[in-house]
């Protein structure tokens, strides 16, 4: 594996001081103990409900090479006042030494299948690191950072928040070329009380951004003027937006979406550019357009874009779809495990409303939207309309806040509500059959991820 650092430039990076180390370069940089090579720095982070120095013994034994830790004695360890902020400097020297073209990417909804559909372009094009999972926060994103190669050519890095104040120093971190906002919805509503005050900390992006750099906007929502008033006031000349709506600089046309695939034309300086994925639903077009957008200011041509967004698929927990059981009667099982908002729950239910069943019926089930303040119930409430459009036969709630969904739809259009996944999970596997299609959605908090663990055992093996 190439080098990242050696231990020099870990010393240089961090000012610390290092106990039996000898000259082993670091090929990697991991918060896990149980997920090392024998070129690894593993660095012993506090989190909320662990402290990685409960790990260092650990991680030596599984054959890191050293440990970057704020506590403790010992042979190979590379001692600092703090940990985290250690790993923030790795991060700092990994960008300095940086010539990629780096983008950030952040928003309510879409933020991870955009860096993702970024990601698909870039590699396509040249060397690549991207963000893995949703290693979007405080530790993630520089953990992500630090592990940036020297010879990688482009950078993409996703950055999210639960409070105002979160994205800024995340941002001034990355310092990208390109930062995207792909929506501002309905996400962490408790914690800002408007789409407002949700737009101004996604607008705190734009604080990182290098001189000459470009904001790339989603202008298919209100909150629009919010952003272009804050990345005018951060000084950012160069501003592009992409959308449905009119006058975009890459317009959205044509959508036509099916099961398991979408079509639109995007129109951009007057030119049309078909786009076809291989992923459903208008939501999709709108972050593979966000990608294109992307690649085309980081100087790829846009018919390689489009190649390569040809080939885009989906992750787990965001609307992977799996297949289990015989091939002439199996189950179709979508995964929208991972996250749940207002936006992001009405794109899947409308996704699913194009679907067919296999030769069953069409199941939904739907956990509760986290993190929504005083307006919670109306807001679930207020996805009524949408869960009956989707064609679903079968409706299956879990969690305390979709009793107002369960009210607006009517009881009898129930057929369970429980309080959470584990007491849920044994109903559907009595529930199901083959030939049913089934979307599991709601917000990570409500473990739906371990529902979609259960049908895959039950249905994959037969």
Known sequence: MPTLFTVDEVLAATQGQAEGLTGTPFGAVSIDSRELGPDALFVAIKGDRFDGHDFVDQALNNGAAAALVSRGSGDRRIVVDDALEGLCDLARAARARSRAIIVGVTGSVGKTTTKEAIRTVFEDAAETHASIKSFNNHWGVPLMLARLPESAQFGVFEMGM?????????????????????????????????????????????????????????????????????????????????????????????????????????????????????????????????????????????????????????????????????????????????????????????????????????????????????????????????????????????????????????????????????????????DLAYGDAVMVKGSNGVGLSDIVDKIGQQFESH
Not at 185 to 196: I, K, M, Y
């Open 162 to 430: 639960s409070g105002p104040d979160e994205i800024r120093p995340l941002s001034q971190l990355v310092r990208p070329h390109i930062a995207v906002i792909t929506t501002v919805a309905a996400a962490h509503l408790e914690a800002f009380g408007s789409l407002d005050g949700i737009a101004r900390a996604k607008a705190e992006i734009f604080a990182g951004i290098e001189p000459g750099g470009t904001a790339v906007l989603n202008a298919d929502h209100p909150q629009l003027n919010v952003l272009l008033e804050q990345a005018r006031a951060d000084g950012i000349g160069n501003i592009v937006t992409y959308g449905e709506a009119r006058g975009t600089d890459w317009q959205i046309l044509e959508i036509e979406t099916a099961a398991d695939k979408s079509f639109a034309t995007i129109v951009h300086n007057d030119e049309r550019h078909a786009l076809v994925l291989n992923v459903p639903g208008r939501h999709m077009v709108a972050n593979a357009t966000a990608a294109l957008a992307v690649a085309y200011q980081a100087g790829v041509e846009i018919d390689v874009a489009l190649r390569a967004l040809a080939g885009f698929g989906l992750q787990a927990g965001r609307g992977q779809r799996r297949l289990l059981g015989p091939a002439e009667k199996p189950v179709l099982l979508i995964d929208e495990s991972y996250n749940a908002n207002t936006a992001s729950m009405r794109a899947a239910l409308d996704v699913f409303a194009a679907q067919q069943a296999p030769g069953g019926r069409k199941v939904v089930v739907l956990g509760d939207m986290l993190e929504l303040g005083a307006q919670s119930a109306a807001l679930h409430a207020g996805l009524r309309d949408a869960v009956l459009a989707s064609g679903a036969e079968r409706i299956y709630l879990v969690g305390q806040e979709v009793a107002a969904l369960a009210d607006a739809l009517g009881r009898s259009r129930v057929t369970a509500h429980t309080h959470s996944a584990a007491e849920m999970a044994p109903i559907l596997r009595n």
